[in-house]
């Protein structure tokens, strides 16, 4: 047993580091480690863009939120969950997460609200994301890379125990930021 | 605006797959695809081992989760989360899950209730993991392939705000299991 707390132990030592295999957008790197208890052992890690991403629980009215239903090539089928999108070089969290709102849903947002950052398999890569809360909608349309236009997918919060057993819902980024919207849901609710 | 329900489009054609990238551990597959409006798009994915994944939210007793501490390579630091892993050939869900926690955190389970299963970034990867609450701990350790024994980070259910606010609790996967988990915990609570 141990401590909470996030005292960090010593890092393993990065002996060696090599790209192994490189395609048009993604990169795998070999990482030799030895352990602080001598133990040796190579690692594979995905080389990201470094640029963090983004994912927002747009409300379109104070009962309502807005999911999307695209394309998901590993899966090979249509999946329900949040807007979301890379940063852009230059971008600000808040700014991707209106633009890329623009781009998916065809509105603006007035208002955004940080639930929290996560990761995604952190042993794999070092992708961060960053889940927001949007409301004041307004609309407001941009062209995205998108090819074909996203299903807009309505939902009342009266029903998101429903939305949790859709069988296309299923991304663990959309379950964590449909929670996290929902006890910050809650905490706004028990203040007024 | 559209449907709720998961009335699938056709999905697009694929004209084409190729792996790009091979390393040890890792294949890129690069797939063109045309989608039903004409649009044609060359998208690329993982293989994974298609195995299939657990994780586990496991009750030491009936106010107390168990977490493990463990270094990971694409972030290069020490993550706290769930109990985890990929499903051995010839194992259900429920025998990795058993497994699992035997070998990362020392204990049999005794029960186990599946939450839901997730996925992981679904426009690149196929792995599907299935969430699991596990009760009825005994004490039975296994060696798994771990470079270093795991820290093992016990959290009172009384605290989970202060775990959901931790910089190195960041796994969405982990994040969703929490949430799922209290979701569950609470209806067992109102069934009493």
Chains 1, 2 share one sequence.
């Not at 949007?134 to 062209?143: H, R, S």
């Not at 890379?145 to 939305?163: G, N, R």
């Not at 949790?164 to 929902?182: G, H, K, N, Y």
């Amino acid at each position: 047993m141990s401590e909470k707390t996030s005292k960090q132990r010593d890092l393993p030592t990065v002996l060696s580091r090599q790209i192994v295999a490189k395609s048009r957008l993604l990169r795998i790197e070999a990482i030799d480690l030895k352990f602080n208890n001598g133990e040796l052992r190579q690692y594979e890690r995905m080389q990201g863009s470094g640029r963090g991403a983004v994912m927002v629980v747009p409300f379109l009215d104070p009962e309502t939120i807005l999911l999307v239903r695209e394309y998901a090539a590993g899966l090979h089928s249509y999946q329900l969950g949040f807007p979301k999108g890379l940063i852009d070089p230059g971008e600000t969290a808040e700014q991707a997460a209106d633009r890329e709102l623009k781009e998916e849903i065809g509105y603006g947002v007035g208002k955004l609200t940080a639930l929290k950052q996560v990761s995604m398999a952190p042993a794999f890569f070092s992708a961060a994301m960053t889940l927001f809360v949007g409301e004041e909608l307004y609309p407001e349309q941009l062209v995205g890379d998108e090819p074909e236009p996203l299903e807009i997918v309505p939902w009342k919060l009266s029903e998101l125990d429903e939305l949790l057993i859709q069988p296309d819902f299923t991304e663990a980024r959309s379950v964590a930021a449909l929670l996290l919207m929902q006890r910050w849901h809650q905490a706004q609710q028990n203040e007024k």
